[in-house]
Nanobody
Framework: QVQLVESGGGLVQPGGSMKLSCAAS????????MAWYRQAPGKQREFVAR???????EYSDSVKGRFVIIRDDAKNMVYLQMDTLKPEDTAVYYC????????????????WGQGTQVTVSS
């Protein structure tokens, strides 16, 4: 069984920085894409950033130039470095991994973390 655990959320002032982490544990064969999403109060969950197995990255327009997604395959982890944070970045942040659990089937499944709260406020 695969589990994703996020860490690093909290309260930060506008203009500040924060780094989120997400680690996968359990039994699986390979992690494909890794991504971060967020959900603000009263809004739908939205895409933030993704990184491919060869470390190609994609960002939403709202975070481009301020956030950086990094993966560490040796540790089965993904990070989200968030700089120049704004109040509108306040949300619960979720990591999402696309994982092949069995090399015999090569079927990939989507797994989500439990979410970590990020609050940007003075």
């Amino acid at each position: 069984q695969v589990q994703l655990v996020e860490s690093g959320g909290g309260l930060v002032q506008p203009g500040g920085s924060m780094k989120l982490s997400c680690a996968a544990s359990g039994t699986f064969w390979k992690i494909n894409g890794m991504a971060w999403y967020r959900q603000a109060p009263g809004k739908q969950r939205e895409f933030v950033a993704r990184i491919t197995p060869v470390s190609s990255t994609e960002y939403s327009d709202s975070v481009k130039g301020r956030f950086v997604i990094i993966r560490d395959d040796a540790k089965n982890m993904v990070y989200l470095q968030m700089d120049t944070l704004k109040p509108e970045d306040t949300a619960v942040y979720y990591c999402n991994f696309n994982i092949i659990t069995d090399y015999r089937t090569m079927v990939a499944y989507s797994y989500w973390g439990q979410g970590t709260q990020v609050t940007v406020s003075s």
